[in-house]
């Protein structure tokens, strides 16, 4: 009669429910697995059945019939429910036998937790209704199945966690210890599965904020009022301050959001991929994670969330700029997950107290959470330098109790078409940033009927912040932020996607007028793909399609145009076209820094050039292009120079390297490579050349270096947007007085060290006449010259 009853139970169920899985390890067909749910559930069990059926696995239900062993079913409830309540008074007899069991069976047999989510509610309260669909951290009743089997029939997910051997489980010599243990481990395996996926149990916001506002961080500020009315007056401007920063996540938003959002990408991206989810699967078990995404378009944060959503990892609490807390839309993304904060609060030491005691209690709580370090949006496709308050809290909660550890998650950006091209093309073209209106969100609609690519998103290396702290406590906490800022930034483009349109860009850029033969493009970009995948190969991924695959791609998109000759086909791109591709070069030329500035201490060169002269540029001049594009130091020069000379680009012998012959395809092809870094180096030469020339401080030299950079660009094409940034300038300055390369004297008078001289004498083989003619020509008003 039970089997009978569990088949038309599951026959109902079946055709009701559309369950989804995530997570199946495979454990091999000679293996047995043995399934642990959470507690004792019919409605879990049928899900459960449904979801091995569909996938080929041993159904939960049938039997084990092994040497020494016979059991009816393969799986078993961790908890029993006894009055009302979850407990784990008895231990199930079926893994008492299982521990007690032979060593051939041990062997074969893996126990892997699962758990059965009913919809993807982070809490339980407000309406009846709500209270009765959501998952929550309590028993579930048969009511409460029955309603959430018709209201979440297909936001139901079953979860697998990793298998765990019996044989490593039972290994104690005391069946008891092995048996005390291995539940344990299930318990708290199956309660971090919950907590990667639910999130944890989230009091009511108002509790929250009342906990925000009488820490002691907040009471000190106010406490510092001068009289009562004061106090009374700061306590009103607390709680109101805490309104509008804190978030009120509603599962409700979140799964009507999930289904516009399918619509909505379906109808503007061919395809939206994620990539490194393997590197937070056990990390999301064990830590709170902070995602730290690289910030291209406003849609990065939706695009992130909707894809943890749907494999199955905790929503982040989003940090986002009050620009964005606008009628309407504000209350729509708070109930999303997002929090606001002001872009400075450096003078409003309450509100500052008032975010930092909120965040921390987020972290404390256990809630994953996502910021851009950056700050903004990058308008020229760079990784913009890491802004350090966020940073410096995030340091000081993991400094202060948690619950669980913090590990920081650098998250890659990779778009074939940009959604705010037009407007970042304006801006590139000196047009001021336009604040964000209600209007703008209407008028995005029209994206709807435009094709923008693909999307691509990497999660790079996890940093597990406690055991870096660790590392740094010696350092201060401002100084510890700036360095954690800058190994996020590499962090971030080490897990770089190269695509079609970034590949293209690479090549096409570096040409004078931005056309190409359509052969050398090929060519070219099959070069480009080698280095990328052999010299990045654990960390940046690169588009694998054909190089001819790859330019159609990019005429399809509508970034490249193609003509028709009789002496064979031209690629090119429209001025305004070129202006964009800069974006899309910018966002990777970082993976071909240090090969290209190998070609541009070579292509020049008449005579051959020795390893160890070289390797002693590249050590000078490296580090301050690694510091601009945010990049790894650690190359290995003698895998890069065989890459270089196995595509014919250099004349390589065991102590010395020349460049192919000039006039050759090698040297156009060595001269297309080095002309990706060659306006870094011109920049740098520009700073270094006007502080040999002239006496100056550096309220002189940064507004000066930056003019003349204005008039390089103008004259000689540079096809470069950020190339008179007053930025880089004063960062490559910062480095160079970090690295004592310049010093100041008394009044404040900027003096170059010798090696300073050495690396402007070496680049007479390397920059271009015409553009050390230019930057020597150029005078400077009210300054003294140097005798």
């Not at 009669?1 to 559309?18: E, P």
């Not at 062997?107 to 309406?127: D, K």
């Not at 003078?347 to 370090?373: C, K, M, N, T």
């Amino acid at each position: 009669m039970k089997r009978i009853l569990y088949q038309v139970c599951r026959s109902f169920v079946r055709l009701i429910a559309r369950p989804s899985a995530s997570d199946i390890d495979p454990v091999g067909e000679d293996a047995e697995p043995v399934y642990v749910l959470q507690q004792r559930s019919l409605s879990d069990l049928i899900i459960l059945d449904l979801v091995c059926a569909a996938h080929g696995l041993k159904p939960p239900l049938s039997s084990i019939n092994k040497p020494g062993i016979e059991e009816k079913s393969r799986f078993f409830p961790l908890m029993r429910a006894a009055s009302g309540r979850v407990t784990m008074q008895t231990i199930s007899p079926r893994l008492s036998r299982l521990i007690t069991t032979n060593e051939a069976f041990k062997a074969s047999c893996h126990l892997i937790p699962v758990s059965v989510f009913w919809g993807r509610a982070l809490v339980g309260e407000g309406s009846w209704l709500k209270i009765l669909t959501s998952e929550n951290w309590a028993a579930s009743g048969r009511l409460k199945r029955i309603l959430n089997l018709f209201i979440n029939r297909r936001n139901i997910v079953v979860q697998f966690g990793r298998p765990l051997s019996l044989a490593e489980a039972a290994s104690a010599n005391d069946p008891t210890i092995a048996l005390r243990r291995t539940a344990r481990y299930l318990r708290v395996r199956l309660r971090r599965q919950r907590v990667r996926t639910l999130g944890p149990d989230f009091s009511h916001r108002r509790n929250l904020m009342a906990q925000v506002i009488q820490s002691r961080q907040v009471q000190a500020v106010i406490e510092q009022s001068s009289s009562e009315k004061e106090r009374r007056t700061l306590e009103r401007l607390a709680n109101e301050h805490a309104r509008t920063i804190a978030s009120d996540m509603s599962h409700p938003t979140v799964r009507v959001l999930s289904r516009l959002l399918t619509w909505f990408w379906n109808r503007i991206y061919e395809r939206v991929e994620i990539e490194g989810l393997d590197r937070i699967d056990e990390l999301a078990l064990t830590h709170t994670l902070v995602y730290a995404p690289s910030h291209r378009s406003h849609l990065d944060y939706l695009l992130l969330s909707y894809l943890l959503y749907y494999k199955n990892f905790m929503i982040p609490h989003i940090a986002a700029g009050d620009n964005l807390n606008l009628p309407v839309l504000g209350g729509i993304l708070r109930r999303g997950g997002a929090f606001f904060m002001r872009r400075s609060f450096r003078d409003d030491p309450l509100y500052a107290a008032i975010f930092e005691e909120y965040l921390y209690q987020v972290y404390r709580r256990g809630h994953s959470v996502e910021f851009f370090p950056e700050g903004g949006r990058s308008r020229t496709g760079r990784l913009l330098p890491a802004r350090y308050g966020l940073l410096k809290m995030t340091l000081s909660a993991q400094s202060r109790v948690l619950n669980r550890p913090l590990a920081i998650i650098p998250v890659y950006f990779s778009y074939e078409k940009l959604v705010e091209a037009a407007s970042y093309l304006s801006e590139l073209r000196g047009t001021s940033k336009r604040r964000e209106s209600l209007g703008d969100v209407f008028r995005n609609l029209r994206l709807i009927q435009q094709n923008f690519g693909t999307v691509r998103v990497n999660l790079g290396v996890p940093l597990e912040l406690d055991q870096w702290q660790t590392d740094h406590q010696h350092l201060s906490l401002d100084e510890q932020s700036v360095i954690l800022g800058r190994e996020i930034s590499v962090r971030t483009n080490d897990a770089a996607h190269v695509n079609a349109i970034n590949l293209v860009s690479l090549v096409t850029l570096s040409t004078p007028r931005f056309a190409i033969e359509e052969a050398l493009l090929i060519s070219q970009i099959e070069i480009y793909q080698n280095i990328i995948d052999q010299l990045w190969k654990n960390d940046a991924t690169v588009c694998a399609d054909s190089a001819g695959d790859i330019i159609a791609r990019t005429q399809e998109i509508g970034l490249l145009d193609r003509e028709e000759h009789d002496y064979g086909a031209v690629l090119t791109h429209e001025p305004a076209t070129a202006i964009l591709m800069t974006w899309y070069r910018n966002n990777v030329v970082h993976l071909l820094a240090f090969p290209s500035l190998i070609a541009c201490l070579v292509v020049r060169r008449r005579r051959d050039l020795s390893r160890s002269q070289l390797e002693t540029m590249l050590a000078t001049v490296f580090p301050y292009i690694a510091v601009e594009l945010s990049c790894k130091t650690d190359f290995n020069t003698t895998q890069c120079l065989d890459l270089l000379a196995s595509s014919g680009l250099i004349a390589l012998t065991p102590d010395r390297l020349a460049p192919p012959i000039q006039g050759s395809k090698q040297h156009l092809q060595l001269t297309l490579l080095a002309n990706l870094v060659m306006p870094t180096l011109e920049r740098m030469y520009i700073v270094i050349s006007q502080m040999s020339a002239y006496d100056l401080n550096r309220d002189t030299l940064e507004p000066h270096v930056q003019q003349l950079a204005q008039k390089i660009s103008r004259l000689y094409g540079i096809n470069a947007p950020e190339f008179s940034d007053r930025r880089l300038f004063d960062a490559f300055i910062d480095a160079l007085l970090a690295d004592k390369v310049i010093t100041t004297d008394d009044t404040g008078i900027l003096h170059g060290q010798p090696q300073l001289y050495d690396v402007l004498r070496a680049a007479n083989f390397v920059i271009e006449p015409q553009i050390r003619l230019g930057v020597q020509s150029h005078s400077l008003v009210n300054g003294r010259h140097q005798t």
